[in-house]
């Protein structure tokens, strides 16, 4: 019976945290020096641990998404023809983590800070 009251206790713990999504229309001119916060295409956002981050792919053309060294997480995906126009990724520690479009770093970039659970809450 402990045990039982155990596991409901840690899975309502678990509920009452919910995650976020957010999105960022990902193109030419994504980076925090064209945009303003709150703009779709703005590409620094402070998310908490556990949110997750989509990128959908503008206009036209191949990009990618990779980080620099020293970013916090390791993320990556280059678009192919053919291939999906989206990535998905959630972010599950505490930190930095710089990233851009390689062959158009210089307007496509940002960073994505990730703060504990439940502080952008308070």
């Known amino acids: 019976m402990k045990k039982l009251l ?3 206790f840690v899975f309502a713990a ?3 945290s919910a995650q976020d999504t957010y ?3 990902w193109g030419f001119g ?3 020096m064209d945009q303003s916060p709150g703009d779709p295409q ?3 956002l402070t998310v908490e641990v556990g949110d997750t981050v ?4 503008t206009g036209s053309g ?6 620099f060294d020293g970013s916090t ?4 995906f280059t678009q192919r023809v053919g291939m999906p126009n989206t990535f998905s990724y959630t972010f599950m520690l505490e930190g930095s983590n710089p990233y851009r479009c390689t062959p158009h770093a210089g307007s496509m970039n940002g960073t994505i800070t990730v703060v504990p659970d439940g502080t952008l809450s308070q």
Request: no cysteine; proline share 3%.
């Open 6 to 8: 155990l596991i409901l």
């Open 14 to 16: 678990l509920q009452v």
């Open 23 to 25: 999105t960022i229309m």
């Open 30 to 32: 994504s980076n925090p």
């Open 42 to 44: 703005y590409s620094d």
């Open 54 to 57: 989509n990128w959908v792919w």
């Open 62 to 67: 191949t990009h990618n998404i990779l980080t």
């Open 73 to 76: 997480e390791s993320f990556g």
